[in-house]
């Protein structure tokens, strides 16, 4: 067995130098028992005939091929983990850019839809006020005997009175004063009962004690609920909808559920509300789940972790 | 034929010494040639140590004299 004690070394150089070591260390085998040989030296020399040379050529044989072949493949699986390895890390680097993009995406549509809602509130807003002012004062200012043009101006007040309330509604869901100053809870009933009103449905909305919830996580919260209506009466021609808001320890949950017409969620890819409600809720380590059904309705989970987020 | 063989004899010799030496020789002009050297991870030392018990055991295994010589196997093989 002493014939075999190079052949640890060349499994060494096959799993650290590579198929250059084995081959190098093959041809130095080669050459040094073929000297050995030459010089009636070594486990071939018995005698210097046909029988030592064949043992000579089938003992390099038997050594370097299956080293070589054994380097070969530890070098190509090598190649392979690293070439995997690089798709991973660019792999990983483009899924934080786009996380990064959405962020930056939400956050810029948040910034515009303050502004837009101030715009409303502030200038739209105040003129529709201003006109009802005049169209009020136009109306005192008419002698008593000029009916029709009373009416006409009681019609034109009722009308702006209306696009003022539209505006208003408008201003609210596009930034919510009442989430920043009252809270998740107030905005939400009001949300509710504001889509309640303007659809004509029944929405049931219950919370438990949600207290301390960063301003980041109610809003989130806010949105998410506020796309789920919208999608409930939108798509789902719910009639009925429940929203329950629960807290339990670090995590905030949120459960709407509608009896609407449902969808196959296995099938359908997600429309931009839900991508929407994912990046959001994503972004704050949050996670959203949609359970439904075509003719059952839809039941969306929503969970928040409060800590993370704070 | 010259050393006193047969045609087939010498043919055998002819072709399994080309053989081993294409498959030995080959391989390590061609890895040095196109710089296979750059693909080894190994540190230094760990070279340094790999030739030298490399060296060793070649010492061990063709210079010092051992008595259970020629091993069974390559009695096996040369009657073929």
């Not at chain 1, 837009?116 to 105040?126: E, F, K, P, V, Y």
């Amino acid at each position: 067995m002493v014939l075999y004690s190079a052949v640890p070394f060349l499994i060494w150089a096959a799993t650290r130098a590579g198929p250059i070591g084995v081959s190098t260390l093959n041809s130095l085998l080669a050459l040094v028992s073929i000297v050995a040989l030459v010089e009636g030296k070594g486990p071939f020399s018995a005698d210097y005939s046909q029988h030592s040379v064949v043992s000579v050529q089938l003992f390099l044989a038997v050594t370097s091929v299956p080293v070589l072949f054994v380097a070969i493949l530890i070098q190509q699986r090598r190649e392979v983990e690293n070439f995997l390895r690089e798709s991973q890390a660019n792999l990983n680097q483009h899924y934080e850019r786009s996380q990064l993009l959405a962020h930056k995406l939400i956050s810029s549509q948040e910034h515009e839809r303050r502004r837009i809602a101030r715009d409303l509130h502030d200038h739209l807003g105040q003129r529709l006020a201003l006109l009802s002012v005049a169209l009020d004062e136009a109306s005192l200012a008419l002698p008593a005997g000029m009916s029709t043009e009373h009416s006409v101006i009681r019609g034109l007040l009722e009308r702006v009175d209306e696009i003022h309330d539209d505006v208003r509604t408008l201003s609210h869901q596009l930034h919510s004063s009442t989430l920043q100053y009252l809270g998740l809870v107030v905005a939400l009933k009001g949300l509710c009962r504001e889509t309640a009103r303007q659809h004509h449905i029944v929405i049931d909305f219950q919370s438990n004690d949600t207290d301390g919830i960063p301003q980041e996580v109610s809003l989130c919260a806010f949105r998410v609920t506020q796309e789920a209506l919208n999608n409930a009466v939108t798509h789902g021609q719910a009639g009925q909808i429940g929203v329950r808001l629960q807290r339990k320890e670090d995590l905030l949950r949120i459960y709407i559920s509608d009896t609407g017409i449902g969808f196959d969620a296995g099938v359908s890819s997600d429309g931009l509300g839900l991508i929407s409600m994912r990046e959001r809720l994503r972004m704050l380590g949050g996670r959203l789940i949609v359970n439904s059904q075509r003719g059952k309705g839809t039941d969306i989970t929503a969970e928040v972790p409060i800590k993370e987020a704070a | 034929m010259a050393a006193g063989y047969d045609f087939w004899t010498s043919c055998y010799h002819w072709s399994l010494g080309d053989a081993i030496a294409a498959l030995v020789i080959t391989p390590t002009l061609l890895y040095w040639c196109l710089k296979g050297w750059r693909e080894i991870d190994a540190h230094v030392t760990e070279l340094v140590a790999l030739i030298a018990g490399f060296a060793g055991s070649l010492y061990f295994t063709f210079l010092l004299p051992h008595s259970d010589y020629p091993p069974w196997f390559c009695t096996v093989l040369c009657h073929f």
